[in-house]
């Protein structure tokens, strides 16, 4: 029987690369997006013509319902879920004493809470069938901490720390709960960097150049078929806290 994976922010970068690798290794692939209609569009269509389909869900991961809204569908259609992938989120680049409570707000529950909330409404489906894969998608943020960019390396770190408690919690059922902390990757979040700022980011990794998304999706595939691997935050960043 084919693995049924709910893939969350599902429709540009790290995410979107997973849903491709996953629904290429024959998983059934439910992509979750918020706000980029268009690019979730443009997935599904550039699987389709490979003659592969995913199923795309607009949801609003802060809000419980919209969870169970993602969940809901992907029961009525297969039954089960086998794969939970949290990969939402968002980043603020700004000093620490001009953010406000709507900024925390902002970011906690679209990094943190979102992840709370879809492991909350996919566990019971696991449990019931003694067994899951859980994979958190942190940042090498959530462990060293970054300038600028306190709030996002907060909901990362809080994301590690859930990582490491509920392995322990469902290993007895059989769920195996991962993270991937990713570096500097080409995705644009790195936006926010100029050229000159890239090149000095690039110096400071051993491997001297940025990780791509592929590198990403390539562990994810390894967790999902791995079956004596839980509570681990794996880092994949070049080298660059060794």
Same mark, same amino acid.
């Given at each position: 029987?084919?693995?049924?994976?709910?893939?969350?922010?599902?429709?540009?970068?790290?995410?979107?690369?997973?849903?491709?690798?996953?629904?290429?290794?024959?998983?059934?692939?439910?992509?979750?997006?918020?706000?980029? %209609?268009?690019?979730?569009?443009?997935?599904?269509?550039?699987? =389709?013509?490979?003659?592969?389909?995913?199923?795309?869900?607009?949801?609003?991961?802060?809000?419980?319902?919209?969870?169970?809204?993602?969940?809901?569908?992907?029961?009525?259609?297969?039954?089960?879920?086998?794969?939970?992938? +949290?990969?939402?989120?968002?980043?603020?680049?700004?000093?620490?004493?001009?953010?406000?409570? %709507?900024?925390?707000?902002?970011?906690?529950?679209?990094?943190?809470?979102?992840?709370?909330?879809?492991?909350?409404?996919?566990? #019971?489906?696991?449990?019931?069938?003694?067994?899951?894969?859980?994979?958190?998608?942190?940042?090498?943020?959530?462990?060293?901490? =970054?300038?600028?960019?306190?709030?996002?390396?907060?909901?990362?770190?809080?994301?590690?720390?859930?990582?490491?408690?509920? =392995?322990? %919690?469902?290993? #007895?059922?059989?769920?195996?709960?991962?993270?991937?902390? #990713?570096?500097?990757?080409?995705? +644009?979040?790195?936006?926010?960097?100029?050229?000159?700022?890239?090149?000095?980011?690039?110096?400071?990794? #051993?491997?001297?150049?940025?990780?791509?998304?592929?590198?990403?999706?390539?562990?994810?595939?390894?967790?999902?078929?791995?079956?004596?691997?839980?509570?681990?935050?794996?880092?994949?960043?070049?080298?660059?806290?060794?």
């Amino acid at each position: 029987m084919e693995k049924v994976a709910i893939i969350t922010g599902a429709s540009r970068g790290i995410g979107r690369e997973i849903a491709k690798q996953l629904a290429k290794s024959n998983i059934k692939v439910i992509a979750n997006y918020n706000q980029s %209609e268009k690019e979730a569009k443009e997935l599904q269509e550039e699987l =389709a013509k490979e003659n592969i389909e995913i199923d795309i869900i607009k949801a609003d991961l802060v809000k419980r319902e919209e969870a169970q809204k993602i969940v809901q569908f992907a029961l009525n259609k297969y039954k089960k879920i086998d794969i939970l992938i +949290n990969n939402a989120g968002i980043s603020e680049y700004r000093m620490f004493t001009d953010e406000t409570d %709507e900024d925390w707000e902002r970011v906690i529950n679209t990094n943190l809470y979102s992840a709370f909330v879809m492991s909350q409404e996919v566990i #019971p489906n696991m449990i019931h069938y003694k067994e899951g894969c859980i994979i958190n998608i942190s940042s090498i943020w959530g462990i060293t901490g =970054a300038a600028l960019e306190v709030l996002y390396s907060i909901t990362k770190a809080g994301m590690n720390g859930m990582t490491k408690a509920l =392995a322990k %919690e469902l290993g #007895p059922s059989n769920i195996r709960v991962n993270a991937i902390a #990713p570096g500097m990757i080409q995705t +644009n979040m790195n936006d926010k960097f100029s050229k000159e700022e890239i090149k000095e980011i690039k110096e400071e990794i #051993p491997l001297e150049k940025i990780g791509k998304v592929e590198d990403i999706a390539k562990c994810v595939k390894w967790l999902i078929e791995d079956n004596y691997t839980t509570g681990q935050i794996i880092s994949i960043n070049g080298g660059w806290n060794i």
